[in-house]
C-alpha cells in the first residue's frame, strides 16, 4: 500500500529554518505531482507548494514563495522542503500530499485534487 511519511518538524524561533522531507513507499512508480499542504489550528489545510516528478515544474503559494524551497530525489522518492526565514504564521500541521491522476497545474492548490497524504508532521515558530 503507497504511503507517505514526513519528517522534519519542530519547533524553531521566528528567523529559523527547518528542513522537512517526505518519502513515498510501498508503490513501484512514482506521482505525478508531490508536495505541502499546512493546516493551522482552525483553519483550512491549504497548498503551500508542490513540484511535478517528471519535470521538475514547481508551483509556490504567494506566502511562501521566496522562504520555501522544494526539492526532489527521483530516486529515493523523496520530496524536501527547506524552509528558511520561518515566521510565526508559519506554524501549522505540514501534510505532505501526492496524486498521480489529474494534478491540473491550475488547480495545484486544491487539497481534493490529491489522493494519497502522508500524517502530518508539526512545525512551530515562535516570536
Known amino acids: 500500500q503507497a504511503q507517505l511519511v514526513e519528517s522534519g518538524g519542530g519547533s524553531v524561533q521566528a528567523g529559523g529554518s527547518l528542513r522537512l522531507s517526505c518519502t513515498l513507499s510501498?508503490?513501484?512508480?512514482?506521482?505525478?505531482?508531490m508536495g505541502w499542504f499546512r493546516q493551522a489550528p482552525g483553519q483550512e489545510r491549504e497548498g503551500s507548494v508542490v513540484?511535478?516528478?517528471?519535470?521538475?515544474?514547481?508551483y509556490y503559494a504567494d506566502l511562501v514563495k521566496d522562504r520555501f524551497t522544494i526539492t526532489q530525489d527521483n530516486a529515493k522518492k523523496t520530496v524536501y522542503l527547506q524552509m528558511n526565514s520561518l515566521k510565526p504564521e508559519d506554524t501549522a500541521m505540514y501534510y505532505c500530499?501526492?496524486?498521480?491522476?489529474?494534478?491540473?497545474?491550475?488547480?495545484?492548490?486544491?487539497?481534493?485534487?490529491?489522493?494519497?497524504w502522508g500524517q502530518g508532521t508539526q512545525v512551530t515558530v515562535s516570536s
Open positions: 513540484i511535478y516528478t517528471g519535470t521538475s515544474h514547481t
Open positions: 510501498g508503490y513501484p512508480y512514482s506521482y505525478r505531482c
Open positions: 500530499a501526492a496524486t498521480g491522476t489529474g494534478c491540473l497545474q491550475s488547480r495545484w492548490k486544491e487539497k481534493s485534487q490529491y489522493t494519497l
